[in-house]
């Protein structure tokens, strides 16, 4: 069983954070690390090797030099290598050109099965997981609340609002778990020492043959015309209780469709 | 609030290790700590987190699955660990005190078979040295062991024990001959043995989280083959597991009286009085810098003893001194602290009056300071 995990680094939410004067995320001067929602890839792959008892695991992110931490925290986890792709060019691409970058590491390496978060913490789009299946002709089952492997197929659950979908792919295919799978494991010490010595390999896009107006902000197919920072938050609404508190709690859920 | 202790460390190795303590501390440990101590709730699966980390069996040999970690690194992070949450600084420093014998004095083929689990992360040891009549006179145990064919047959009662009830196994100091010391020998029982059985938990004034509990032992047979060391050898196993065991305890103290001081000191500059923070009033800067130098002195105590035992020299008389200085000094911090917030540090809304509920167990705990003074006495005197 060999498993391709993808993973971003993203800028710590807890820190700081800015955009450049072109609109695209800070990632260079801020604090960042592993996205949160991509340690649960990480521990679902660990936890598919370990029930089959036999298999490996190679990690692949696409960031600049820093974006190697979340690589080695990847590593210090579990599995075997990693695939990290380094290129100026790369900066400002937007979700399509990503899921080009991906499919060329795709193509270099031997897999059963691509698993990925159910967004970054960042951009949040959610799409560049079945971006990168349809470039490579995967079967994507997406928003996995449980993931299971045998037989050739992979089996998740998918929680709706009204409904739980099981949906089963025959492998090779792409899976995206969500935060419902499962506690990520800490790394061990252990772990973190030998995560140095695993090997990462790093990929120019000359090396995946990808032209460099294909991706970037100039080959980007969309643009971030504006950014504004959020509102600040307005004072609630205060409920005085005059006997009537509860109606009015109530009118109030109404009136916002929470009940 | 996280730690911001800079540590000057010896390895980049360490650097990590500090750095995914602090993370599990942070995460894991200090978030739930108030809840679990008023409750009193073992920390069972925390602990079980820790040790799947590697952090239960950092200062033993990687061989067998150890850290191979020096004092100096792994008691920073006993440090780290309790100031998060003393409760589990206790279990981690107890269990590789319970670790200590096999990892010593067991012979090669012992070691063989039992280590690796001991050190696996999974299992929780303990050490069962006091009883109800014999605590500082510790060589005055009665817990008789009696050969019978290939077992030792052992009856008595082991008191204060850390873990009781919950261990995986247990180190008996038992008595097999006459009176006195040289009649002392040291086993490694498993934790579900015939006989055994367990005391209600203590109910202690701090620290409620860590299991306390007698382990009565009627008739437990435990193979002869499970003893460490030579028939007779048990207590200077048990003073030599304590001098390393001192050494844990002032390492917690550390964390502990670490943890007050950076509470006070950020209350000092909330809270305001008279128009100003409180912490711009010169009575309590004293204060706070009085409890800041205790702090500092204690653990460069303990890593200065930490140094030495690394290095293979004597350490005895400072695990001791460390042992000394850190335990009062985390009782006068904390009480500080509680001084510091004045009628909030009373009340349990704060952290700070179960910290200096929990100091006190410190001073007692693996040998008490009475006794530490003694040791260091007689270094002095002869």
Redesign the interface.
């Known amino acids: 069983m060999k498993i391709v995990v993808l993973v971003k680094f993203v800028p710590d939410a807890t820190a700081a954070r800015a955009f450049g004067a072109d609109h695209t995320t800070d990632r260079v001067g801020v604090d960042g690390l592993l996205s949160e929602l991509d340690e649960y890839a990480v521990e679902q792959a660990l936890q598919v090797i370990e029930a089959a008892g036999e298999g490996e695991i190679t990690y692949v992110t696409m960031g600049p030099e820093n974006a190697g931490a979340a690589l080695r925290k990847a590593l210090s986890m579990g599995g075997d290598q990693a695939v990290h792709v380094l290129d100026d060019a790369l900066h400002g691409t937007d979700a399509l050109g990503t899921s080009l970058v991906l499919a060329k590491v795709l193509e270099k390496l031997e897999y059963d099965l691509v698993v990925a978060g159910m967004a970054s913490t960042d951009g949040g789009m959610s799409v560049v997981p079945v971006m990168l299946a349809e470039r490579l002709g995967l079967p994507a089952a997406t928003f996995a609340s449980t993931l299971s492997v045998a037989d050739g197929k992979a089996t998740i659950r998918r929680d709706g609002d009204l409904a739980s979908e099981t949906v089963e792919v025959t492998l090779p295919a792409l899976v995206s778990v969500t935060d419902q799978t499962g506690e990520a ?9 030998a995560a140095k010595k695993k090997p990462v390999t790093t990929y120019t896009l000359a090396d995946l043959g990808v032209a460099p107006d294909q991706v970037g902000l100039g080959g980007a197919a969309t643009e971030v015309v504006e950014v504004t920072a959020r509102p600040p938050r307005q004072a609630g609404v205060k409920v005085n209780d005059e006997g009537d508190g509860g109606v009015k709690l109530a009118e109030f859920l109404a009136s916002q469709k929470f009940i | 609030m996280a730690s911001s202790v800079e540590r000057l460390l010896p390895s980049e190795e360490a650097r990590e290790l500090l750095g995914l303590t602090r993370e599990i501390a942070d995460a894991e440990l200090a978030p739930a700590a108030a809840a679990a101590e008023h409750e009193g709730v073992f920390p069972r699966e925390a602990l079980r987190k820790l040790g799947r980390a590697g952090l239960l069996s950092l200062p033993y040999d990687p061989a067998y699955g150890g850290g191979g970690q020096p004092y100096e690194v792994y008691l920073q992070v006993l440090e780290e660990l309790s100031y998060a949450w003393l409760t589990i600084g206790i279990s981690v420093s107890v269990h590789s005190l319970a670790c200590f014998p096999l990892a010593e004095y067991g012979t090669d083929a012992q070691r063989q078979r039992w280590l690796a689990d001991l050190l696996g992360g999974e299992q929780l040891g303990a050490y069962c040295l006091s009883e109800p009549q014999s605590g500082s006179d510790a060589a005055g145990l009665q817990t008789r062991a009696v050969r019978d064919g290939e077992d030792y047959v052992v009856t008595g009662t082991k008191a204060w024990i850390t873990h009781g009830g919950v261990a995986d196994f247990y180190n008996l100091l038992v008595r097999t001959s006459g009176d006195g010391p040289r009649g002392i020998s040291c086993l490694l029982a498993p934790g579900q043995l015939a006989g055994m059985s367990f005391g209600e938990p203590e109910r202690k004034m701090g620290a409620k989280g860590s299991r306390t509990a007698q382990v009565i032992l009627d008739g437990v047979r435990v193979p002869a083959e499970r003893r460490l060391g030579q028939e007779g050898q048990g207590f200077s196993i048990a003073l030599a597991a304590l001098d390393a065991g001192r050494l844990g305890i002032a390492a917690c103290a550390v964390g502990l009286a670490q943890s007050a001081l950076d509470f006070a000191a950020s209350y000092a500059t909330q809270r305001e009085q008279f128009g100003r923070p409180i912490g711009s009033f010169q009575g309590i800067q004293f204060l706070l810098a009085d409890m800041a130098t205790a702090v500092s002195a204690a653990r460069a105590l303990y890593l200065e003893a930490a140094r030495r035992k690394d290095a293979g020299l004597p350490f005895s008389v400072e695990a001791a001194k460390a042992k000394l200085f850190a335990t009062d000094a985390a009782m006068r911090v904390t009480t500080d602290a509680v001084q510091v917030l004045g009628g909030y540090g009373y009340v349990e809304d704060f952290p700070v009056e179960r910290y200096l509920r929990e100091a006190k167990v410190l001073q007692i705990v693996e040998g008490t300071n009475q006794i530490q003074r003694m040791v260091i006495g007689r270094a002095l005197t002869g």
């Open positions: 494991r800490y790394p061990s010490f252990k772990g973190i020492m």
